[in-house]
């Protein structure tokens, strides 16, 4: 059964009318072991299917061990974002992008499609400064609505620098995460596994996190 319905279909479709280069999704799934990787695989084939500059390669995380580690995908479903010469900026999504975070999903493939980060110049100069890498991991739930804000602003920072990676988690799919990082609310940002962030954070702030987190 489709996951968009029809007038979802035209919505998305209309708003990846904005795709200026080709973007590749890599998914990475096994469903016999997996909630929501039907679903994931499903939704993601769907969009793909709205607009040809979007491709979808599909990889079993056990039988694609190497292609996962390439990835550093170490828990399913997973999706990586890669612009169309293959560049993999570091942009993870680790649950099902449902609800609130289909338009992350959607505002990311738009950015790369681009080239343009959409930062600041500050934070720009800031993240260009980085000297030891950086790992941002998102805790986030479907129905929280400024969720989208904090998983954009960490995957634009991944976008803009080569020393962030950052992940979108879906706290419900992955509790031992959750519980490992002491989620309480969603949604909630651990930068380095020593910061946190809790909230939707201006560019600022959570550019002063990244940056402490680098020193710490």
């Keep these: 059964?489709?996951?968009?319905?029809?007038?979802?279909?035209?919505?998305?479709?209309e708003r990846l009318a904005g795709l200026m280069k080709k973007v590749k999704l890599v998914y990475f799934t096994q469903e016999l072991e997996c909630q929501f990787c039907r679903e994931t695989g499903e939704l993601l084939r769907e969009v793909t299917d709205l607009d040809d500059k979007l491709e979808l390669e599909v990889y079993n995380l056990v039988t694609d061990k190497e292609i996962a580690e390439k990835y550093g995908v170490d828990k399913?479903?997973?999706?990586?974002?890669?612009?169309?010469?293959?560049?993999?900026?570091?942009?993870?999504?680790?649950?099902?992008?449902?609800?609130?975070?289909f338009a992350s999903l959607l505002e990311d493939l738009l950015m790369i499609?681009?080239?343009?980060?959409?930062?600041?110049?500050?934070?720009?100069?800031?993240l260009a400064k980085l000297t030891d890498p950086v790992h941002m991991q998102v805790f986030v739930t479907p129905t929280c609505p400024y969720c989208p804000g904090a998983v954009r602003l960490a995957h634009q920072m991944a976008f803009e620098s080569d020393k962030v990676t950052a992940d979108m988690?879906?706290?419900?799919?992955?509790p031992h995460l959750a519980m490992k990082y002491s989620v309480q609310g969603v949604p909630r940002t651990v930068i380095n596994e020593t910061r946190a962030v809790e909230g939707m954070m201006p560019e600022q702030?959570?550019?002063?996190?990244?940056v402490s987190a680098v020193r710490a």
């Design 113 to 126: 499609s681009s080239g343009e980060s959409g930062l600041t110049n500050e934070t720009k100069q800031a």
């Design 76 to 101: 399913i479903p997973a999706t990586v974002i890669l612009d169309a010469d293959g560049k993999d900026y570091g942009i993870r999504y680790f649950g099902i992008p449902s609800g609130y975070e």
């Design 205 to 210: 702030a959570v550019l002063q996190e990244v």
């Design 1 to 13: 059964m489709a996951i968009l319905r029809d007038e979802d279909r035209s919505a998305v479709k």
């Design 169 to 174: 988690v879906e706290a419900t799919e992955f």
